[in-house]
T-cell receptor, first 113, second 113 residues
Framework: KQEVTQIPAALSVPEGENLVLNCSFTDSAIYNLQWFRQDPGKGLTSLLLIQSSQREQTSGRLNASLDKSSGRSTLYIAASQPGDSATYLC????????????FGKGTSLLVTP | DAGITQSPRHKVTETGTPVTLRCHQTENHRYMYWYRQDPGHGLRLIHYSYGVKDTDKGEVSDGYSVSRSKTEDFLLTLESATSSQTSVYFCAIAASGGAREQFFGPGTRLTVL
């Protein structure tokens, strides 16, 4: 069974800092990996998707990397802003279960002004 | 935003009553999923569908059934609701082939008293 772990569980940083969120998974036979953002009481917004053959993806101030062989991904946020405060979720899919996602429990990020 | 709606958005019901949640998409995507989100557990897969009338169980399917009679609609039914089914329920969709990126609906908050 695929297990996804996110470290740290919570993080507080001052505005302007660069930060890294970590995700690890136990089964390297993934189809893809997605990073999501979730604001309190809201749904999930897809931030970045990395297919199994890719090493990284970038969108604006966000960069996600994937090392499939070691079962690790990182989400790098540059020049953090208070508006980045949210919970960030990492999820991986395998080809079984209809490519459903297995989620980590998330990293709760607070960016203080 | 992906065209996914969920109804109702909030529901309070009593133990033992049947409940049906609806997910509706306008993207004509083949895959649809139901997840539940609970503190301490993260998001977990309940059921998924890979086409009209084609469904299968996920990790936490006990007490739930699903139906998909049209591409655009995926129904989740709690035959006899229990307090342990109090949760936030999310529907997601994904295209077949390619990156298979999943997009999530806004969620339904269900309280079983």
């Amino acid at each position: 069974k695929q297990e996804v772990t996110q470290i740290p569980a919570a993080l507080s940083v001052p505005e302007g800092e660069n930060l890294v969120l970590n995700c690890s998974f136990t089964d390297s036979a993934i189809y893809n990996l997605q990073w999501f953002r979730q604001d309190p009481g809201k749904g999930l917004t897809s931030l970045l998707l990395i297919q199994s053959s890719q090493r990284e993806q970038t969108s604006g101030r966000l960069n996600a990397s994937l090392d499939k062989s070691s079962g690790r991904s990182t989400l790098y946020i540059a020049a953090s802003q208070p508006g980045d405060s949210a919970t960030y979720l990492c999820a991986v899919s395998n080809s079984n279960s209809g490519y459903a996602l297995n989620f980590g429990k998330g990293t709760s990020l607070l960016v203080t002004p | 935003d992906a065209g996914i709606t969920q109804s109702p958005r909030h529901k309070v019901t009593e133990t033992g009553t049947p409940v049906t949640l609806r997910c509706h998409q306008t993207e004509n995507h083949r895959y649809m999923y139901w997840y539940r989100q609970d503190p301490g557990h993260g998001l977990r897969l309940i059921h998924y569908s890979y086409g009209v009338k084609d469904t299968d169980k996920g990790e936490v399917s006990d007490g739930y059934s699903v139906s998909r009679s049209k591409t655009e609609d995926f129904l989740l039914t709690l035959e006899s609701a229990t307090s342990s089914q109090t949760s936030v329920y999310f529907c997601a969709i994904a295209a077949s082939g390619g990156a298979r990126e999943q997009f999530f609906g806004p969620g339904t908050r269900l309280t079983v008293l």
